[in-house]
T-cell receptor, first 112, second 112 residues
Framework: NAGVTQTPKFQVLKTGQSMTLQCAQD?????MYWYRQDPGMGLRLIYY???????DKGEVPNGYNVSRLNKREFSLRLESAAPSQTSVYFC???????????FGSGTRLTVV | EDQVTQSPEALRLQEGESSSLNCSYT??????LFWYRQDPGKGPEFLFT???AGEEKEKERLKATLTKKESFLHITAPKPEDSATYLC?????????????FGQGTTLQVKP
């Protein structure tokens, strides 16, 4: 029972490079989320998808784009990475948003 | 503005020394309050959901309670394996968006 799978686990980018963080869940959940976690800042919502075919901005969407590819997959894209995007990124999913989220193990991204 | 504040930021206990973690919140339209545990290098793991003032939930040495303005996570006779960061989050918004706003967390260290 894999739950929420994120790839890659670690990544180092140069300023200006682009990359896509992948997330897949096997629990048939409708809602999926992308958060970033920074020391002293807690978890902050970047984008979310309440259901397949919909996406909405969260608290800190600037510099990111998302795609809800199907019910299982929700990707996060950095078009032109900046050092301020150095963070740990977590993907999560939930059933209708009324139960506890299931989180992935995170992607540790460093932008130099 | 919706806000969640956790205290203390860090807590050191001796094994067997009971204590409580606090989560205070200011939100419009609370739909639920969540507690998560996060181990170093891993994603948050769901512990409890509380929906109304006066509600209590228990799991092993942990007990979560909820009032109209705050929640407590009581830890009874903790063991070293209870060492982790404990996150509190509130669910806000209408419909089934399920967005969570997180506090900054309390890092608990239990010494043998």
């Amino acid at each position: 029972n894999a739950g929420v799978t994120q790839t890659p686990k670690f990544q180092v980018l140069k300023t200006g490079q682009s990359m896509t963080l992948q997330c897949a869940q096997d629990m048939n959940h409708n809602s999926m989320y992308w958060y970033r976690q920074d020391p002293g800042m807690g978890l902050r919502l970047i984008y979310y998808s309440a259901s397949e075919g919909t996406t909405d901005k969260g608290e800190v969407p600037n510099g990111y784009n998302v795609s809800r590819l199907n019910k299982r997959e929700f990707s996060l894209r950095l078009e032109s990475a900046a050092p301020s995007q150095t963070s740990v990124y977590f993907c999560a999913s939930s059933e209708l948003g009324i139960y506890g989220y299931t989180f992935g193990s995170g992607t540790r991204l460093t932008v130099v | 503005e919706d806000q969640v504040t956790q205290s203390p930021e860090a807590l050191r206990l001796q094994e067997g020394e009971s204590s409580s973690l606090n989560c205070s919140y200011t939100v419009s339209g609370l739909r639920g309050l969540f507690w998560y545990r996060q181990d170093p290098g891993k994603g948050p793991e769901f512990l409890f959901t509380l929906y109304s003032a006066g509600e209590e939930k228990e799991k092993e040495r942990l007990k979560a309670t909820l009032t109209k303005k705050e929640s407590f996570l009581h830890i009874t006779a903790p063991k070293p394996e209870d060492s982790a960061t404990y996150l509190c989050a509130v669910q806000v918004g209408s419909g089934n968006t399920g967005k969570l706003i997180f506090g900054q967390g309390t890092t608990l260290q239990v010494k043998p």
